[in-house]
């Protein structure tokens, strides 16, 4: 008998499980709120690089450069 409710609490799910506009498989099992697009910009915009970007690369690679130079010697 309990096998039987079991049984009834699988079959209720969805007929379609995947979202086909999604083109990836990992993308069309997440949820459609998940998959949503917040961003309206172009993506060369949201690639641009800036300032900043420059900056802290340059700050890691020095301090690392450093911190191997520590090590070695």
């Known amino acids: 008998m309990v096998r039987m409710g079991l049984r009834l ?3 209720k ?6 979202d086909e506009q999604a083109r990836h498989p990992f993308r069309a099992s997440l949820p459609a709120h998940v998959r949503c697009t917040e961003y309206e910009a172009p993506a060369e915009v949201l690639w641009k690089l800036t300032r900043d970007d420059a900056r802290g690369f340059a700050t890691v690679y020095f301090a690392t450069f450093a ?3 520590v090590f070695i010697a």
């Open 9 to 11: 609490r699988s079959m």
């Open 67 to 69: 911190a191997v130079l």
């Open 13 to 18: 799910r969805a007929l379609v499980l995947t």
